[in-house]
């Protein structure tokens, strides 16, 4: 639907920039060969006139053209941005990380981390001790641990680092 749209709207483009293109030949053609009936006088002068009002319509069909296809896009964040929109943006974007650092610090997922990471070090430990150990088995597994450990630590930094700020944000408004 929105593919159909778009090959009828370039085909109205194309039509218009070809009637606009034939226009300017036309009037090209007339300076060559001399077609008007005034004088030689008054001929530039006409034509001119004739060549800017061209242009002009080029010019707005051009503009037309960069207006439709900034409105009509499906990521709106491919157009040119104002500066008021630029620091909404950015606003927003302190917002999510704020919200994800509270979110990731929270007792349940680090106390589900541990789980896992118990559970995989106690898998990898039978396998290892098991007369028949599988070493695809303890690589995969180890693979895993390796993985939760990464990001158990990585939202305990995130933590720390929430922890931190808002302290630095108590002590600066206890000073005040």
């Known amino acids: 639907m929105l593919q159909f749209a ?3 709207a370039n085909a109205e483009f194309d039509q218009i920039g070809e009637t606009v293109l ?3 030949e036309e009037a090209g053609t007339r300076v060559y060969h001399g077609e008007h009936g005034e004088s030689d006088a008054g001929l530039p002068g006409i034509l001119g006139l004739e060549i800017e009002e061209n242009e002009k319509k080029l010019a ?3 503009g ?3 207006k439709e296809r900034n409105e009509g896009l499906l990521f709106k964040n491919q157009r040119e941005r104002t500066t008021k929109e ?3 943006a950015k606003e ?3 917002k999510i990380k704020e919200l994800t650092k509270e979110n990731a610090g929270s007792k349940v997922r680090k106390n589900i981390y541990l789980a896992l990471i118990s559970v995989l070090f106690i898998g990898i430990t039978d396998s290892l001790i098991s007369p028949s150990s599988d070493w695809r088995k303890v690589a995969v597994l180890g693979a895993i641990l390796v993985a939760l450990l990464s990001q158990f630590i990585f939202e305990q930094r995130m933590t720390s680092e929430a922890a931190q700020r808002t302290e630095k944000e108590k002590t600066e408004e206890e000073k005040k």
Request: hydrophobic share 20%; no cysteine.
């Open 6 to 8: 778009e090959e009828e």
């Open 60 to 62: 707005d069909f051009e």
């Open 22 to 24: 034939k226009d300017l």
């Open 92 to 94: 927003e974007t302190e």
């Open 86 to 88: 630029k620091v909404e």
């Open 64 to 66: 037309q053209i960069e």
